[in-house]
């Protein structure tokens, strides 16, 4: 456990290091959605791996996508937050992120893991990644069509 947390620390760092030219040049949001893909990638990969020398290469990307995603969120409500409530605001995503959706997470990983192991539980999580993603470039695209209605409107 000890090798395969300190390899996806080297992916955290990788993303945290890359976030800000990342966020810089695609945006908040499509940075979000691009680490949906790439979880989305690493869990369905995982559940294929059988050889553990490859799981910790592919913990490098599971690193990346969770640090894409956690800088990202926080800067898309840094973004839309009012500033007289901005700390407020970030305590309640950590709170939902970290607190709440770690909670039910491992509760219902564990179940599942339980009842059908491990390769299934990294293909259902690889699903909820996936629709997170499709959640996200349908938020992204009615916004942006939200936005040209404003715009034609002045």
């Known amino acids: 456990m000890g090798a395969v947390m ?3 620390i ?3 760092i990788i993303g945290f290091s890359a976030a800000k030219r990342i966020q ?3 945006g908040t949001r499509t940075m979000m959605i691009l680490s949906f893909a790439v979880l989305c990638f690493w869990l369905i990969t995982a559940s294929y791996i059988k050889q553990p020398a490859l799981f910790l290469f592919f913990m490098v990307i599971a ?3 969770f640090s894409l995603m956690l800088t990202g969120s926080v800067a898309y409500v840094n973004q839309r937050a009012p500033k007289h409530i901005g700390t407020t605001a970030q305590a309640i995503r950590g709170a939902i992120q970290m607190g709440l959706g770690s909670s039910v ?3 219902i990983s564990g179940a599942l893991y339980q009842a059908y192991g491990s390769a299934v539980l990294y293909r259902i999580m690889s699903v909820v990644a996936f629709i997170g993603f499709l959640l ?3 938020l992204r695209s009615m916004e942006r069509s939200r936005e040209k209605n404003i715009a034609n409107n002045f």
């Open 6 to 8: 300190s390899t996806a």
């Open 10 to 12: 080297l992916g955290e």
């Open 105 to 107: 997470g491992a509760l």
């Open 136 to 138: 996200a470039l349908l």
């Open 24 to 26: 810089h040049k695609v």
């Open 63 to 65: 690193g990346t996508g």
